[in-house]
């Protein structure tokens, strides 16, 4: 049977991605063969564990907490970011005045307020929201400003030949112009933003997935704690992957340069 | 006291621009009238200073001194009534925006209806033949019409005046004589004040009916050329006319000898 | 020259604003958690010490260092392995990216699992940290030379091998820079976590310790410099990066 050029191209990934788990189940096999020990446990009875994990009802409950928790974190975060990053980029004062600070919180790895964070107010979501917010906004802030300063001379100055007001030229030259920046720092900040719930929960035990894994942990079900970590690769992947689509719907003039 | 024939008036004009402490003279005491409906071509070297000047004219760029009037009035923004070309296209237009969009940007800091506005665009888009294709995005365009689109934008508000910055330097040859006959058909039709800026002396003197050529470091106008070429001109017949080959042995003798 | 001095005012500006705000409103209503500046300065001269350097500093410095070097070698390695073979990379690309996109700190308690307490643990968990972003960015950048630079390698016979390190691992520098920088972040991060979950020594620990002990103005020290250690590798980083590609980081403009 003759196969048609797009039924080839799947066939083709199909095999692929087979080829791929098979290699990757068998280096997984070699070292648990390896390790031979009740902590890294065969690829069968974690993807058994796997199974019975997603059949869990409070499982389902923990990963929407998570995605509360990420998409509340990235959203206050984007805010602060817009609001700073604006501010840096449209004035050479506020610059200096905040770059430093800002540029010293970035250097910090956001995991070290968590003690603080902790003692202070507590290990309830409100600290895995004020940390994530934290931390998207300080990644989110060097795209807003660059995304500012990098509109095209001469969109500025055609805006200029015909007039146009400042809130229109905001709307037709700036924002769309920023967003084709910004964009990839949302990718790169809503996968950060969903790091730190995560290690929020792992690290004080704020609620959600990363609570979760660290029980699992504590409590010596290895196959679980595998199975979380699987499951946090396929959060983290599908994130990855929406805000892709996204870019590509949206910015479509960017991909197509 | 406003004289109507004068459509443009640069008096004096001198550009210098500062870098680390020393002072770059550009240009030095240009004078030029265009009257209403002229075609001029601003011709010279790259580099010359060329697009400063026509920079200068449209309100973009501050003079160090001298003036610019139009109809009278100093030019210190850009004038009302203005089209302004540039030569990258991939950079003047906004590639967010569908061709139609572009087009219409001008009308964004114009009261127009609806239908009015609509009803323009569509004629400009005609009138480069670009009718079907107003749904496009500029990356989807090949080079040459995505300058159509950028030609479109200029004419949109019926400008009494056209300025022209190395317009067609992006694309390729056999396009680039389809876009200056275009240009020269509606600027005709329309009879606007157009003023381009060129590197190409067969371009210039094809399409204008006074070629001022600008030399020198910083540059002054060197020569200027009346072109008693009828309209409208054709690639074949114009170009191989032995009035048209004069001027052009005249415009590059003048060039080299400087 | 004036120019100069008013920048540095401007950019010290809001730190010492800060720092005073602060001093002041913790003078009236004190806050545990918040120690005023003062205090903090005083426990910088209270913790320093050539012991708990020793203690301390050195083995956190020894798990990045270590760690972040045999990371970034082996990221490198099999990034520009896998952006040379298709073949192998179209089988490779998904799991690394997969492993990539497990958050950071998720990975530590799995690794501690496996491999108990100890350094090795700590260290192998930055190495994995680095690995994954460093072999992601590695691939993309050397999977994108331009056609005319792989003309170049055929029509000069180089070869595979050759032909990747001396022209399409130079042609990538930049963007392969960029990942390195980008990591050192994660390694950081990876360094203070395996330290916070359950090492008991290192930076991280000393901070978790710190703030159990309820000792909060030491924690502050703590964290302060870690701070410090970021900022400084990022400075170094930028450095290099303008030294190595200026070509590539001045045409950006970006700001620090």
């Given at each position: 049977m003759k196969l048609l050029p797009v039924q080839r191209k799947f066939v083709n990934i199909g095999q692929n991605y087979a080829l791929t788990f098979g290699i990757t189940a068998a280096l997984w096999e070699c070292a648990a063969l390896t390790v031979n020990s009740r902590s890294f446990p065969h690829l069968n009875s974690v993807l058994l564990d796997l199974l019975n994990l997603i059949k869990n009802i409070d499982f389902w409950k923990s990963l929407i907490v998570t995605f509360n928790l990420t998409i509340i974190g990235f959203v206050i975060g984007a805010l602060f970011a817009f609001a700073l990053g604006l501010a840096t980029a449209l004035n050479k004062r506020l610059n200096l005045l905040l770059s430093s600070s800002i540029n010293f919180l970035r250097s910090i790895p956001s995991v070290?307020?968590?003690?603080?964070?902790?003692?202070?107010?507590?290990?309830?979501?409100?600290?895995?929201?004020?940390?994530?917010?934290?931390?998207?906004?300080?990644?989110?802030?060097?795209?807003?400003?660059?995304?500012?300063?990098?509109?095209?001379?001469?969109?500025?100055?055609?805006?200029?030949?015909?007039?146009?007001?400042?809130?229109?030229?905001?709307?037709?030259?700036?924002?769309?112009?920023?967003?084709?920046?910004?964009?990839?720092?949302?990718?790169?900040?809503?996968?950060?933003?969903?790091?730190?719930?995560?290690?929020?929960?792992?690290?004080?035990?704020?609620?959600g997935l990363g609570r979760d894994l660290l029980f699992a942990e504590s409590n010596a079900e290895y196959e679980r704690v595998f199975s979380y970590v699987i499951i946090l690769g396929i959060v983290g992947t599908l994130i990855y992957a929406t805000f892709n689509v996204i870019e590509r719907q949206f910015i479509h003039w960017r991909v197509n340069i | 006291m406003k004289d109507r024939s004068k459509h443009i008036e640069i008096l004096n004009l001198s550009k210098s621009f500062e870098n680390s402490g020393s002072e770059l003279k550009v240009l030095k005491n240009i004078s030029l009238d265009v009257s209403s409906g002229e075609f001029i071509a601003i011709c010279g070297r790259s580099g010359v200073g060329k697009s400063t000047l026509i920079r200068m004219i449209a309100g973009l760029?501050?003079?160090?001194?001298?003036?610019?009037?139009?109809?009278?009035?100093?030019?210190?923004?850009?004038?009302?009534?203005?089209?302004?070309?540039?030569?990258?296209?991939?950079?003047?237009?906004?590639?967010?925006?569908?061709?139609e969009k572009n087009?219409?940007?001008?009308?964004?800091a114009k009261n127009f209806s609806k239908l009015e506005k609509k009803r323009k665009v569509e004629e400009v888009l005609e009138a480069v033949g670009l009718a079907d294709f107003a749904k496009f995005y500029p990356w989807q365009l090949s080079g040459g019409m995505?300058?159509?689109?950028?030609?479109?934008?200029?004419?949109?508000?019926?400008?009494?005046?056209?300025?022209?910055?190395?317009?067609?330097?992006?694309?390729?040859?056999?396009?680039?004589?389809?876009?200056?006959?275009?240009?020269?058909?509606?600027?005709?039709?329309?009879k606007i004040t157009t003023i381009i800026v060129t590197h190409d002396i067969d371009e210039a003197i094809y399409l204008a009916d006074r070629v001022i050529l600008i030399s020198d470091s910083p540059a002054s106008v060197s020569k200027i050329i009346q072109v008693k070429l009828a309209r409208p001109r054709s690639q074949t017949e114009t170009r191989s006319d032995p009035k048209f080959v004069k001027m052009r042995t005249q415009l590059y003798a003048s060039l080299r000898g400087k | 020259m004036k120019k100069k001095v008013n920048s540095i005012?401007?950019?010290?500006?809001?730190?010492?604003?800060?720092?005073?705000?602060?001093?002041?409103?913790?003078?009236?209503?004190?806050?545990?958690?918040?120690?005023?500046?003062?205090?903090?300065?005083?426990?910088?001269?209270?913790?320093?010490?050539?012991?708990?350097?020793?203690?301390?500093?050195?083995?956190?410095?020894?798990?990045?260092?270590?760690?972040?070097?045999?990371?970034?070698?082996?990221?490198?390695?099999?990034?520009?392995?896998?952006?040379?073979?298709?073949?192998?990379?179209?089988?490779?690309?998904?799991?690394?990216?997969?492993?990539?996109?497990?958050?950071?700190?998720?990975?530590?308690?799995?690794?501690?699992?496996?491999?108990?307490?100890?350094?090795?643990?700590?260290?192998?968990t930055v190495v994995i940290a680095v690995l994954f972003p460093v072999l992601m960015s590695t691939v993309r950048a050397i999977a994108?030379?331009?056609?005319?630079?792989?003309?170049?390698?055929?029509?000069?016979?180089?070869?595979?091998?050759?032909?990747?390190?001396?022209?399409?691992?130079?042609?990538?520098?930049?963007?392969?820079?960029?990942?390195?920088?980008?990591?050192?972040?994660?390694?950081?991060?990876?360094?203070?976590?395996?330290?916070?979950?359950?090492s008991g020594v290192g930076i991280g620990a000393f901070i978790i310790q710190s703030q159990s002990t309820f000792r909060i103005a030491n924690m502050w020290v703590g964290v302060f410099i870690v701070g410090l250690i970021g900022l400084a590798l990022n400075y170094l980083f930028m450095k290099i990066e303008r030294k190595v590609a200026p070509w590539y980081f001045k045409s950006k403009g970006l700001i620090a």
């Open positions: 070290v307020f968590l003690p603080l964070l902790v003692a202070s107010i507590g290990a309830s979501a409100r600290t895995a929201i004020i940390l994530t917010a934290l931390v998207v906004s300080l990644k989110l802030v060097i795209f807003v400003s660059r995304g500012v300063l990098e509109t095209e001379m001469e969109h500025i100055e055609f805006a200029k030949i015909y007039h146009l007001s400042t809130f229109s030229k905001i709307c037709n030259i700036y924002i769309p112009s920023l967003f084709s920046v910004v964009s990839t720092g949302f990718r790169l900040s809503a996968s950060r933003a969903f790091g730190t719930v995560i290690a929020s929960g792992i690290i004080i035990g704020t609620p | 760029v501050k003079p160090s001194s001298g003036t610019v009037a139009i109809d009278g009035d100093l030019v210190v923004n850009p004038p009302n009534s203005m089209g302004f070309v540039t030569q990258d296209y991939s950079r003047s237009l906004l590639p967010w925006f569908s061709v087009v219409a940007l001008p009308f964004k995505q300058q159509r689109v950028a030609i479109a934008r200029s004419l949109v508000l019926d400008p009494k005046l056209l300025l022209l910055d190395e317009p067609f330097a992006s694309v390729d040859a056999q396009i680039r004589l389809e876009l200056e006959d275009l240009i020269a058909n509606i600027v005709l039709q329309k | 005012f401007w950019t010290l500006l809001l730190p010492s604003f800060i720092l005073i705000f602060w001093e002041i409103v913790s003078g009236f209503k004190p806050n545990p958690f918040f120690p005023p500046p003062s205090r903090i300065a005083g426990a910088i001269q209270e913790v320093i010490s050539i012991e708990w350097i020793l203690s301390s500093v050195k083995p956190s410095f020894i798990v990045l260092f270590v760690g972040y070097f045999v990371g970034a070698i082996l990221g490198l390695v099999i990034g520009s392995l896998l952006g040379e073979f298709v073949k192998m990379r179209i089988v490779f690309l998904p799991i690394c990216n997969f492993i990539r996109s497990i958050p950071s700190v998720a990975k530590v308690p799995l690794i501690l699992s496996i491999m108990g307490l100890g350094l090795s643990t700590r260290i192998s994108a030379t331009r056609n005319e630079l792989l003309d170049l390698n055929r029509t000069l016979k180089f070869g595979r091998i050759r032909g990747l390190v001396s022209i399409r691992v130079p042609a990538a520098i930049g963007e392969i820079l960029t990942g390195l920088h980008a990591s050192v972040q994660v390694a950081v991060l990876a360094m203070i976590v395996s330290e916070m979950l359950g």
